[in-house]
């Protein structure tokens, strides 16, 4: 019994940062994001009598420090008296470097193992399963721009845009391309348990919620760009006022944000956002976006760029 998936990263522009429920793995607060088409994971699940144990091949290689969570993954899903699995995923962008990487592979693994053990779920079931491991894969069961709800003890999903609908392009500017020092998952509860400024963030996410989904509904691309940035910055105040701080950008984080600046005062309908990495993402009407390219790739500590209009959901593609 085989199956393999593939599931597209999803970029916050109303990001989550935090757990009210850690066990059930629940978001503190809402989010509005971005399903990317060029960047994508590939994952094949096999399920046999004859393995021992679970097995994880992350990019040609085993890994041993994500198979607890895959395995419970699998266990919610299928259930912990199934066979055992061989994992191979492959991602063709950096991974655990602030480019959700986990929300495309474990959106991509729960498809994938729906499939190998035959099992029907609706997308939302799906998205919620896949939640339970990362908190943003629900997230990546959805094409376009799509809003998670965080109310009452689960999550649900709405589609605001289909990928057509609003043509948006990204940019996306890689800065560094090794794992980061401190996952996100650690780094919440450390801005939840020490940022003087988590709840704020938290009594605050509706408002931004409310502007962006407006924006969004009304196309309006410089409202949505206002309140995106925003939301993004007081984020990473939130964790740089933790104790330890999280501190994800590097040197080029910050040119890359002042080349994005100076676009913008040039005329250019172009915004950043960036996640808990060093990355940063520049989203562009489809006229900006040459232009946009053109200016990240030269700016120094830039590594390389990828480009992307707005993708689909996560789907199965083959099952044996």
Known sequence: ?????????????????????????????????????????????????????????????????????????????????????????????????????????????TVAAAGAANLSYDT???????????????????????ELKNTGDTISLTSLSERDVWPLQVVVAITETAPKATGSTAAMEISRETSPFYSSWIERQDQDLDVARAAILRRDFRGLAA?????????????????????????????????????????????????????????CLPADTERVSEALVATPGVRKIMTSVLGPAARLVLQT
Request: hydrophobic letters at 45%.
């Open 227 to 283: 309140v995106a940035e925003h939301n993004c910055l007081k984020m990473h105040s939130v964790m740089w006022a933790s104790r330890p701080p999280m501190m994800y950008w590097n040197s080029a984080t910050m040119r890359c944000m002042q080349t994005v600046r100076r676009l913008q005062a040039e005329g250019c309908n172009v915004f950043f956002t960036i996640d808990a990495g060093p990355q940063v993402k520049a989203v």
């Open 1 to 109: 019994m085989q199956a393999t998936a593939i599931a597209q990263p999803n970029i916050a522009l109303i990001k989550y940062w935090g757990k009210r429920d850690v066990d059930r793995n629940l978001p503190a607060v809402g989010s509005i994001s971005i399903t990317l088409s060029e960047l994508y994971t590939q994952v094949t699940v096999e399920l046999s009598g004859d393995l021992a144990s679970d097995e994880l091949i992350v990019n040609g290689e085993e890994s041993q420090s994500m198979l607890p969570r895959i395995s419970r993954c699998l266990d919610s899903l299928i259930g912990d008296t199934r066979a055992r699995a061989r994992v191979t995923s492959h991602s063709n962008f950096p991974i655990a470097a602030g480019l959700a990487s986990s929300a495309s592979a474990f959106a991509a693994t």
């Open 124 to 146: 939302e079931a799906l998205a919620r399963l896949a939640g339970l491991a990362s908190g943003s894969a629900a997230r990546s069961f959805y094409g376009g721009i799509v």
